[in-house]
């Protein structure tokens, strides 16, 4: 998950930069007033979204594949977690009883 989150940081870093050139180059345009800063950086987001889905797609399985795993591994420990203390609340029920 940790490589997933840093590649899609580095497109959007990428995207970043990129428009960063563009808008002083003049291909885009400036924002307004003060707003020139938010309006890269925003741009950059609308950007780096759709091309982080469709470039990352096979690294966002393979994330997604490993978090289904430690998932259903913590659901199986939750389970035998939970079947150990019925045992024990069992057995101390039983040992209640013939005493």
Known sequence: MLRYTLMRL???VA??????GLVYA???PRGLGDSNGMWIVLL???LSA???FVVLRKE???ASVQV???VDR??????ASRGQEDLADDAARAQGQTS
């Open 10 to 12: 580095g497109v959007f």
């Open 15 to 20: 995207c970043l930069v990129a428009v960063w």
């Open 74 to 79: 913590m659901k199986a420990n939750l389970e």
């Open 60 to 62: 966002r399985d393979r």
């Open 50 to 52: 759709p091309i982080s």
């Open 68 to 70: 289904v795993r430690r």
């Open 26 to 28: 003049g291909v885009f």
């Open 44 to 46: 950059s987001l609308l």
